[in-house]
């Protein structure tokens, strides 16, 4: 799958589960990155996720509705996971909208959460703002949590219009920001 998507210049991000808010009653599962871990636990973790596959341009710190908030929020596991993105040049995006861009990867956070909820009308107007977000903006990341029907019937019949009302997908490497501590 990953190749067919490549072959089609699509670019995958790979699902990087974090320590959510409300863990241990919402838990992102054993490969979670932990707060309560040491640093080689954690990186041991995310070697292990990253060997999952191969192809992918870099990780979005979700897995379904948990976006990793606990871990996010502890500067030091949070900055050296960055650190091991970085070095392997993959991307890291941040699925909390409106959170600070990753400060020591490559990467950005996102403008919106697409499916939540997962509800016809409600995908359509959140893609509503993204289309306006990316019209006064010049650009605008979604983020879509578990493909459903509902979800990609309503992405298709959006972007099928995008063209005509003056706007593109592009992958999202072309909308990335470079690292504050390496300006």
């Known amino acids: 799958l990953l190749d067919h998507a490549r072959g089609r210049g699509i670019e995958m991000l790979m699902s990087l589960p974090m320590e959510p808010q409300g863990y241990p009653q919402n838990d992102a599962g054993d490969r979670a990155l932990l ?22 341009v870099g990780v979005v710190g979700a897995l379904g509705p948990l976006r990793g908030e606990r871990f996010a929020a502890l500067s030091e596991p949070f900055g050296t996971m960055q650190d091991n993105l970085r070095r392997r040049g993959l991307l890291y995006i941040d699925p909390r909208p409106g959170a600070r861009n990753p400060v020591r990867a490559w990467g950005r956070s996102i403008d919106v959460v697409v499916d939540e909820p997962a509800t016809r009308n409600d995908i359509d107007l959140r893609l509503g703002t993204l289309e306006r977000l990316a019209r006064e903006r010049g650009m605008a990341l979604g983020l879509a949590g578990e493909v459903t029907p509902v979800l990609l019937d309503r992405l298709l019949a959006w972007a099928e219009g995008l063209e005509g009302r003056g706007l593109v997908l592009v992958p ?6 470079r690292p504050e501590a390496t300006r």
């Open 35 to 56: 707060t309560g871990l040491t640093p080689a636990a954690n990186e041991d973790r995310l070697m292990w996720v990253l060997s999952r596959f191969h192809g992918y």
């Open 172 to 177: 999202v490497s072309s909308l990335i920001r």
